[in-house]
């Protein structure tokens, strides 16, 4: 696996965006939106690790959980060129498979899925190309 991004749930993505703009992030490419997963997004690379800023779609509750808590940076995201044996992988290490693989827009289609740790972190799998 190699990683990939850290998701990070917000409202108002230009608003987010620009704010990091200040600390050296600019914007990788143009914004997606992915009904299937309720979402808005935009990639962003800087001096740090690669952002997504994700944004929820009118009507869609995906993020409200992390919205509601205050918990902004809120997954972990790999490729990996097997995401079913991945998948497999971390079930039999106690990870529970929260979001089954779908194709995702932000990926061309390519599927993604979610786990959570044992540790409660999120992580998103992305199948490589």
């Not at 749930?9 to 703009?21: F, G, Q």
């Not at 143009?30 to 779609?57: I, K, M, T």
């Not at 097997?82 to 827009?105: C, F, N, T, Y």
Request: charged share 20%; glycine share 10%.
């Amino acid at each position: 696996m190699e990683f990939h991004h850290i998701g990070i749930a917000c409202t108002d993505i230009e608003k987010e965006s620009r704010y990091h703009e200040l600390l050296g992030y600019r914007v990788e490419s143009g914004d997606f939106v992915d009904p299937a997963q309720g979402v808005r997004g935009r990639f962003l690379n800087g001096g740090g690790p690669r952002l997504e800023l994700l944004s929820p779609l009118d009507g869609s509750s995906t993020l409200a959980p992390w919205l509601e808590a205050g918990t902004r940076m809120y997954h972990q995201a790999y490729t990996t060129p097997d995401i079913h044996g991945k998948i497999e992988e971390l079930q039999s290490q106690r990870a529970r498979l929260m979001v089954a693989p779908v194709p995702a827009v932000a990926f061309d289609g390519r599927p993604v899925c979610f786990l959570m740790l044992p540790t409660m972190s999120l992580i998103e799998l992305i199948q490589e190309k």
